[in-house]
C-alpha cells in the first residue's frame, strides 16, 4: 500500500494528489479563454470603428461639404442651361435664317418661260439665274412668286423646260423633287406636295450618295441627284 505524504507533513490521498496535477492545465485553459475573448472584443470594436469612418450613414454631413455640394449642383445646372442655349442656336433651321436675309432677285436676274403652248390658264415658270441652294430656291419661290419650286409630271414640260434654260452657262438648275425617309421607307417627292408620277433620269442616276436634291440638266433635260447645299440656278412654278 502507498501513502501520499503532502508539503506541510500530512497525509494527502491519490485524488488530492491528482487534482493538484490538473490544477495548472485548467489555468491554462482559462487563460486561453480570456485571451480569446479579449482578442475578439477588440477586433470587433476595430470593424466598428472602420464601418464608422467608411460608411457614414448615421451621421450628418459637415456644413462645409453640404455647402460644397450645393455649389457643385449650381454649377451643373449652370453648364446645361448654357449647354441648351447653345443647342438652341444651332437647332435654328436654315429656312429661318433665310427668311430674315431673304432679297427677292432683281428683275434682270429673271427669265420668264414659256409655258405649255396652247394653255393660257395654265402655271407660269420663271428662270432665277442667280444661284442658290435648294432650300433658298424653294423659299424664294414661296415669297417672292407665291409658287414653288417646278415639279414635272410629264416629258412634254420637261423637254419645254429643258430648252427654256439651254442657254445658261451652268449645266444644272434646280426643279422641285427631293429625297425624304432613310434606307427601304426612302422616297421622291415634290415640294409642292404634288403626286411623283414621272421621272427622267440621267443613265446611273438617281444616285443616293450624290445628295438629296433633283437637279435638271441644262443640255438634254436628264435629272440628277445633287447636293442640296449646291448653289445652282432655278425654275419656278407659279
Not at 2 to 10: I, K
Not at 32 to 42: D, K
Not at 134 to 149: E, H, I, M, S, V
Not at 179 to 199: K, L, M, P
Amino acid at each position: 500500500m502507498c501513502v501520499c505524504v503532502c508539503v506541510s507533513g500530512t497525509l494527502c490521498s491519490p485524488l488530492q494528489d491528482k487534482a493538484k496535477m490538473r490544477l495548472p492545465l485548467l489555468l491554462a485553459l482559462l487563460f486561453g479563454a480570456v485571451s480569446a475573448l479579449h482578442l475578439r472584443s477588440e477586433t470587433s470594436n476595430f470593424e466598428s470603428l472602420l464601418g464608422a469612418k467608411t460608411l457614414p450613414e448615421d451621421e450628418e454631413m459637415p456644413e462645409q461639404e453640404v455647402e460644397e455640394l450645393e455649389g457643385e449642383e449650381e454649377g451643373g445646372s449652370g453648364s446645361e442651361d448654357a449647354s441648351k442655349e447653345d443647342r438652341a442656336v444651332e437647332s435654328i433651321s436654315v429656312p429661318d435664317v433665310v427668311d430674315r436675309n431673304l432679297l427677292c432677285p432683281k428683275e434682270e436676274d429673271t427669265v420668264q418661260l414659256v409655258g405649255i403652248p396652247g394653255c393660257p390658264t395654265c402655271r407660269r415658270y420663271l428662270l432665277v439665274r442667280h444661284p442658290h441652294t435648294f432650300d433658298q430656291a424653294q423659299l424664294t419661290c414661296q415669297r417672292c412668286y407665291r409658287g414653288n419650286l417646278l415639279s414635272i409630271h410629264d416629258c412634254n414640260l420637261n423637254y419645254h423646260i429643258q430648252l427654256s434654260v439651254s442657254m445658261l452657262n451652268q449645266g444644272q438648275v434646280w426643279i422641285g423633287g427631293r429625297i425624304i425617309g432613310s434606307g427601304f421607307c426612302r422616297r421622291f417627292e415634290w415640294v409642292d406636295g404634288s403626286h411623283w408620277n414621272f421621272a427622267f433620269w440621267a443613265a446611273g442616276q438617281p444616285s443616293f450618295h450624290g445628295g438629296h436634291c433633283v437637279a435638271l440638266c441644262t443640255q438634254g433635260g436628264h435629272w440628277h441627284t445633287a447636293k442640296c447645299c449646291r448653289r445652282l440656278p432655278f425654275v419656278c412654278s407659279y
